[in-house]
């Protein structure tokens, strides 16, 4: 099975026999790097596929300065493929309107604004509409899509993408009524096909593009019920209500028997203090508003809110501004009921809401903190802070007890510098810094250093970056390291490292990495790093070319001892040939390098047949596997 929405599939789940063995796989969408060839591909076949459009397609200058400017790489809203797709669609229209600020929801509000502008040229033309002036043909637009909303609704808690025949004939009506062209409105936002009946008969259904679309208007739905539920007491009229939006009837009833009994018994303001009166003024309003909305929508089918997820995380992003924080955190609470409970699940929710402070602060109470002996890849494990999610971080983590971070980047460590205020309360225990580790850079160590001296705790358990003089007298002051990546670009910092090596005793150390550039002279290893017990110690020589094999070969023969196990050798971006490897695994046994744990080498530099006949040879010679 499957589906992009996994929370839909427990029931089925359940009934798989145990007798069947069950793998399960997330595709969490396209990866860091890979997003702008999909971009440009994406256009590519848009212009191929769409020959007759007017509009011209973006130069390929323009593409990559969009690409820059919503920085598409890093936000993870745009690992999403429908979310990139919306940019591509957004590109030949409305490019100027996206900026590194855009989140979800304003993505998919932009291509509703677009289809509307293009739905309302289409209705100038017509002669149902055409004598309507701009005002009036937007009004009666919006009448038919609180219809439309009500009906995606409805077939979304059918699990249905296809409008039963008694939706369509609704729509339709409603066309009728507004004097609206029925054609004209379903096509603009929903898809027509022609199907055959048993019958022979031919019949038109409709079905939205995406399920993510129909959520959209399923959450807009809901956000017209609730402004529905406010009128009351705006207007302090409640017999003269319209109540356009199916459902809010019986849910407005409900209200006015609780406004009724707010008049019988007025609370009693006189004498009271300003304080007290605020808070009188501020005491909770009814809730459930939410959910009584869509339990009381004639025509339903069983609501079952863990297939609410991406409905709710939509409302979430779309809630207007003058919402109270009770309303939020029901949204909220629902959520979590609903079956989001992981950090990366609300962090995607803080993000869709440009961070709102009543978002964060209702999430606060549902997000998972650290537990003591737990790995850091749990979610229960230390909260780990990535580039997508600094923005996030920086309004949650002042609202958060204080806890365990590890703060693991792949950008510029400047742009960590905004965190810098809300991480006073929390304890930092890991810096991972992984850009500069495989491509190093003396003009980064400052930053680093500066960054390592604000956030650096005695309680450091990781630190992956360049080793400097300063970074070298932080890690000799720290005794529960687990994890070291340090890397080697120079022959000062081969000498740090020698320091490092003998003056230092980590009693918890588990992994050891070093990454050592070219233009580090081997001269400048004079002690190697013992192979301990329980210790893995991985050595990535980077960019070794065919001039550069014989200086691996003795970059290795310096940093092993040749007797003891625990090594691991690493070629990241290497160059070489079958021909090359061979020399190279000839070398390090004419070295004496021998009983090394494996050789790993880059995927496209041999073939699956050469690398099997390389590993026999490094087998026979230096007793080790290869891999690539």
């Given at each position: 099975m499957i589906t992009t929405h996994p929370e839909a599939l427990q029931e089925g789940l359940q009934l798989i026999p145990s007798t069947y063995y069950r793998v399960e796989v997330e595709l969490v969408g396209i990866p860091m790097g890979q997003r702008e060839d999909f971009?440009?591909?994406?256009?590519?076949?848009?212009?191929?596929?769409?020959?007759?459009?007017?509009?011209?397609?973006?130069?390929?200058?323009?593409?990559?300065?969009?690409?820059?400017?919503?920085?598409?790489?890093?936000?993870?809203?745009?690992?999403?493929?429908?979310?990139?797709?919306?940019?591509?669609?957004?590109?030949?229209?409305?490019?100027?309107?996206?900026?590194r600020n855009t989140t979800q929801t304003e993505l998919y509000s932009l291509i509703h604004e677009l289809t509307l502008e293009k739905l309302d040229k289409r209705l100038i033309d017509n002669d149902l509409t055409k004598h309507f002036d701009r005002r009036t043909r937007l009004d009666k637009v919006e009448n038919w899509l609180s219809a439309l909303y009500?009906?995606?609704?409805?077939?979304?808690?059918?699990?249905?993408?296809?409008?039963?025949?008694?939706?369509?004939?609704?729509?339709?009506?409603?066309?009728?009524?507004?004097?609206?062209?029925?054609?004209?409105?379903?096509?603009?936002?929903?898809?027509?096909?022609?199907?055959?009946?048993f019958r022979g008969c031919d019949i038109d259904c409709y079905s939205v593009p995406h399920k993510g679309f129909q959520e959209r208007y399923g959450a807009l739905y809901i956000i017209q019920g609730i402004k529905q539920l406010e009128k009351p007491e705006e207007s302090g009229n409640v017999t003269n209500i319209v109540v356009s939006t199916p459902g809010v009837g019986q849910i407005l009833r409900s209200k006015m028997q609780n406004l009724i009994k707010k008049f019988k018994k007025p609370k009693e303001t006189r004498g009271c203090s300003a304080r007290q009166l605020e808070e009188l003024q501020q005491q909770p309003k009814e809730t459930g508003n939410v959910i009584n909305i869509m339990r009381a929508t004639p025509g339903i089918g069983q609501i079952q809110l863990s297939k609410m997820q991406n409905l709710l995380q939509m409302l979430v992003g779309m809630i207007p501004h003058d919402w109270d924080s009770i309303m939020v955190m029901e949204v909220v609470n629902l959520l979590q009921e609903a079956g989001v409970n992981r950090r990366d699940q609300w962090l995607d929710v803080i993000e869709d809401t440009k961070c709102s402070e009543k978002v964060v602060k209702a999430i606060a109470d549902h997000f998972p903190l650290p537990r003591a002996s737990v790995s850091a890849w749990d979610d229960n494990g230390p909260i780990v802070i990535e580039d997508g999610r600094i923005a996030a971080y920086e309004k949650l983590l002042y609202i958060l007890p204080p806890t365990q971070v590890i703060l693991d980047i792949v950008g510029n460590p400047a742009s960590l510098n905004c965190l810098l205020a809300s991480l006073d309360r929390h304890v930092c225990i890991g810096l991972r810094h992984r850009q500069t580790y495989y491509h190093p850079t003396e003009d980064i160590h400052p930053i680093v250093d500066q960054l390592l001296s604000k956030v650096w705790s005695p309680d450091l358990s990781v630190y992956i970056g360049p080793l400097s003089d300063y970074v070298l007298s932080r890690l000799q002051r720290v005794r529960s390291l687990r994890e070291i990546r340090l890397s080697i670009s120079s022959n000062h910092q081969a000498t740090l490292l020698m320091e490092l090596i003998t003056s230092t005793s980590f009693k918890d150390l588990e992994d050891l990495y070093v990454a050592v550039t070219p233009e580090v002279q081997p001269a400048a290893i004079t002690t190697n790093i013992p192979g301990i017990d329980n210790i893995w110690v991985w050595l990535h020589l980077l960019d070794v070319t065919d001039e550069r094999v014989s200086w691996a070969c003795e970059m290795v023969a310096n940093l092993i001892n040749p007797s003891q196990r625990g090594y691991t050798i690493w070629f990241p971006r290497s160059t070489l040939d079958e021909a090359g490897w061979i020399r190279m695994i000839q070398d390090l046994w004419r070295r004496g390098i021998k009983n090394i744990w494996g050789m790993l080498v880059p995927e496209t530099s041999i073939s699956s047949d050469q690398a099997h006949q390389l590993d026999n040879i490094c087998l026979n010679t230096l007793g080790a596997s290869l891999y690539r």
């Open positions: 971009l440009h591909r994406y256009l590519d076949e848009l212009h191929k596929t769409c020959p007759g459009t007017t509009l011209t397609p973006p130069t390929t200058d323009d593409i990559n300065q969009c690409i820059k400017q919503l920085d598409v790489e890093t936000k993870e809203h745009f690992r999403l493929p429908l979310n990139l797709s919306i940019v591509a669609i957004l590109m030949y229209s409305w490019p100027d309107k996206m900026n009500c009906e995606m609704f409805i077939a979304l808690t059918h699990d249905q993408l296809t409008l039963q025949e008694e939706s369509v004939n609704k729509l339709r009506s409603k066309c009728d009524t507004l004097d609206l062209p029925p054609d004209e409105m379903m096509a603009a936002f929903m898809e027509t096909r022609t199907v055959k009946t």
